[in-house]
C-alpha cells in the first residue's frame, strides 16, 4: 500500500496572491495529476505528469503552474487567485503509461479560500 | 459540455433498499468506467469499475449494469448501509489514455437508518 500526502490541508489566501500547493507519494507512481473540485461540479483535471519530467496540461489549466519535482512530489501553483474562491484540490498517483484500468488514487485534498 | 452525466444529484434511501445510481456518457470512444466513492472531507477511492466489453460487474453489495447500446450505465446498491452515506462519482476514459478520466458531477446518496 502507499499514501498520498497534501500540504497543506486548508489554505486562505488573498485576492491576487500566488499560493503552492504541495503533493507527494509513496506509492512509486509513475503519473501524478491535479484536480480541481467545486460543488456541484465533479472533479476536473487541472495538470497531469505521465512520468517524471513530464508535465501536461488538463482541462482547466488556465490560471495554474504545475511542476513534477521528483517522481514522488508534484505541485500546483495558483498563479492569482480570484475574491471569493472556494475550492478543493486533489492530487492523485496511478502506476501504467496510458495503461486501461490505471486506477487512480487521491489524496485527502487542499481546501482553498480566498478573502 | 459534460462528457459524462449522472442523475440523481441527491438520493435518500432506507437502510435495506436498493440505491440505483446513474450515468450516461457521450463519447461512444469510452471504453473503460469507474465509480469512485467519497466521504467527506476525504478524496475519492476506487469503488468498481467496468470495461464496456461486459455488461455487468459485481463486488458485493455492489453491482454496475452496462448498456454500450444507450451509453447508460447504473451502479446498484443492494441492503444499502449507513456507512454507504457518499458521495458517488462515474468516470470514463478512452483506452489507450487510461490516465485520463472524465469525471461526473456526483451523486450524493443518503441512506437512512
Known amino acids: 500500500g502507499g499514501i498520498i500526502t497534501q500540504t497543506p490541508k486548508f489554505l486562505i489566501g488573498q485576492e491576487g496572491q500566488k499560493l503552492t500547493l504541495k503533493c507527494q507519494q509513496n506509492f512509486n507512481h509513475d503519473t501524478m495529476y491535479w484536480y480541481r473540485q467545486d460543488s456541484g461540479k465533479g472533479l476536473r483535471l487541472i495538470y497531469y505528469s505521465i512520468t517524471e519530467n513530464d508535465l501536461q496540461k488538463g482541462d482547466l489549466s488556465e490560471g495554474y503552474d504545475a511542476s513534477r519535482e521528483k517522481k514522488s512530489s508534484f505541485s500546483l501553483t495558483v498563479t492569482s487567485a480570484q475574491k471569493n474562491e472556494m475550492a478543493v484540490f486533489l492530487c492523485?498517483?496511478?502506476?501504467?503509461?496510458?495503461?486501461?484500468?490505471?486506477?487512480?488514487?487521491f489524496g485527502p485534498g487542499t481546501r482553498l479560500l480566498v478573502l | 459540455q459534460q462528457q459524462v452525466r449522472q442523475s440523481p444529484q441527491s438520493l435518500t434511501v432506507w437502510e435495506g433498499e436498493t440505491a440505483i445510481l446513474n450515468c450516461s456518457y457521450e463519447?461512444?470512444?469510452?471504453?473503460?468506467f469507474p465509480w469512485y466513492q467519497q466521504f467527506p472531507g476525504e478524496g475519492p477511492a476506487l469503488l468498481i469499475s467496468?470495461?464496456?466489453?461486459?455488461d455487468k460487474k459485481e463486488d458485493g453489495r455492489f453491482t454496475i449494469f452496462f448498456n454500450k447500446r444507450e451509453k447508460k450505465l447504473s451502479l446498484h446498491i443492494a441492503d444499502s448501509q449507513p456507512g454507504d452515506s457518499a458521495t458517488y462519482f462515474c468516470?470514463?476514459?478512452?483506452?489507450?489514455?487510461?490516465?485520463?478520466?472524465?469525471f461526473g458531477t456526483g451523486t450524493s446518496l443518503l441512506v437512512d437508518p
Open positions: 468516470a470514463a476514459s478512452v483506452g489507450n489514455m487510461g490516465y485520463k478520466l472524465t
Open positions: 492523485a498517483s496511478s502506476a501504467g503509461l496510458g495503461v486501461n484500468q490505471d486506477t487512480q488514487y
Open positions: 467496468i470495461l464496456s466489453v461486459s
Open positions: 463519447n461512444s470512444a469510452f471504453d473503460y
